[in-house]
């Protein structure tokens, strides 16, 4: 008999038994996946060799814990709840009011350990190591940096000696503003990698800054020299850039896909959106010429038939724009992921663009209906149905992992805030 096993149906992983306690099929221990028996177990009479299994396209399974406490192997799981988050957002909120914005940080720093500390993987949970001060320090350091950049903006006009001086400044401060967009989203990646830990270990970002101020100049040249054409090359670079720099202790992360991989995605979203931008331009001049006695009688003037015909395109514009952006992020971040590796295990993604789109949705009608007090509820919804999609194949020796801690000043991360940058573990 063996401890611990795992279904060869569903990936389950339970006590020794007779059938999965998830899906209910028939338990098979002649081989279950590289267990090893009890020291005090009886060998057992071999059994003849079961007939190889088909294999089937794999599909999104919800994550169940097992009656053990442990869970499915290399799945992540997010044990968090919109209830709980919320006790921690209404004091952030009264705290920030109450001290004119100063507590922000801290309450930023809570939010953050509360979602690592629910997010667990192979049954640890992750740790978050910021504290609001260090936040609150790095805010002040961006806000001077960011306050030179805007000053000189508003100082342009003004300043003596022609125009080729107010040209020169204006082109400064583009320039600086621009080097500095990369100097937060690498600064951002650093800090938070440095402040997240598993089992004890810690991440860490090693890429340097000056390499990705040259990528992300040339990309974003390229991409309004292309206009867009070469954009999804440009995303794929900045993320083989983030995950080729990020390690957890001594392993490191790497990434094999190629910008051509998500290419054809973005042409078909694009070709989708200037399809329906045609429609709209046809439409709303046909609707508005056309409305005619139906739209009297039934509105009761035709100024509110109108009003009526536009503001339906305008709804269905922004429901269009939603679904294509769920189309793209989900084709996205499954590709990202699905070429994303540590050690010898690869992450595989079954995010699908119609529950992502669906998510989406609600929660945006959510936090309407509740005014952003259902912010807490989004937030939990999106991170379990993000993990519950993600998982990691393949072995990694823990035991060969060395705690390799790298120095990281939180003013990346504040200067990211402050340009609405956001950098998280993987693709966004």
């Known amino acids: 008999m063996y401890g611990i096993t795992r279904c060869p149906q569903c990936g389950y992983t339970q006590k020794t038994a007779a059938a999965c306690g998830s899906c209910g099929a028939p338990m098979n221990y002649s081989n279950p996946f590289g267990a090893t028996p009890r020291p005090d177990s009886k060998p057992t009479p071999s059994r003849p060799a079961a007939a190889p299994a088909i294999a089937k396209e794999k599909a999104p399974v919800s994550v169940k814990p097992s009656e053990s406490g442990t869970n499915p192997s290399g799945r992540l799981v997010f044990h968090g709840s919109g209830g709980s988050l919320f006790g921690i957002h209404i004091v952030n909120i009264f705290f920030t009011l109450l001290t004119l914005g100063a507590y922000y940080f801290w309450g930023k720093a809570k939010v953050r350990n509360y979602l690592f500390g629910q997010s667990e993987f192979a049954g640890d949970r992750f740790a978050y190591h910021g504290t609001g001060r260090e936040l609150f320090t790095g805010f002040l350091k961006a806000a001077i940096i960011f306050g030179t950049i805007s000053a000189l903006f508003r100082a342009a006009p003004f300043l003596p000696g022609g125009?080729?001086?107010?040209?020169?400044?204006?082109?400064?401060?583009?320039?600086l503003l621009l080097t500095f967009i990369p100097m937060a989203v690498v600064g951002s990646r650093r800090y938070r990698l440095s402040?997240?830990?598993?089992?004890?270990?810690?991440?860490?970002?090693?890429?340097?800054?000056?390499?990705f101020i040259k990528l992300f100049l040339r990309g974003t040249l390229l991409s309004l020299f292309t206009f867009g054409?070469?954009?999804?090359?440009?995303?794929?670079?900045?993320?083989?850039?983030?995950?080729?720099?990020?390690?957890?202790?001594?392993r490191k992360f790497a990434f094999d896909g190629e910008g051509k991989g998500i290419f054809g995605v973005y042409m078909k979203a694009l070709g989708l959106w200037m399809i329906w931008g045609i429609f709209v331009g046809i439409a709303m001049p046909v609707a508005t010429i056309f409305v005619g006695d139906f739209g009297v009688d039934l509105f009761g003037?035709?100024?509110?038939?109108?009003?009526v015909v536009i503001g339906s395109l305008i709804i269905a514009t922004a429901l269009v724009a939603v679904y294509l952006q769920s189309f793209l992020s989900a084709k996205r971040q499954s590709y990202f992921w699905n070429h994303t590796t540590i050690d010898t295990a690869r992450f595989q993604s079954t995010i699908g663009f119609h529950p992502l789109f669906l998510l989406t949705l609600t929660n945006f009608f959510l936090l309407i209906v509740t005014l952003g007090f259902g912010w807490p509820w989004a937030a939990a919804r999106k991170a379990r149905y993000y993990m519950s999609n993600i998982r990691l194949e393949g072995a990694i020796d823990l035991q060969a992992v060395q705690q390799e801690a790298q120095a990281a000043s939180p003013t990346g991360d504040a200067l990211g805030g402050l340009l609405d940058v956001d950098v998280g573990f993987g693709p966004a």
């Open 301 to 307: 003037s035709k100024k509110m038939a109108v009003a």
């Open 195 to 211: 402040r997240s830990s598993w089992r004890g270990i810690r991440f860490s970002f090693r890429g340097k800054t000056n390499a």
């Open 163 to 175: 125009i080729a001086v107010k040209i020169a400044a204006i082109l400064l401060a583009y320039a």
């Open 229 to 250: 054409i070469y954009y999804p090359f440009f995303l794929t670079r900045q993320y083989a850039f983030m995950t080729d720099g990020a390690y957890f202790g001594n």
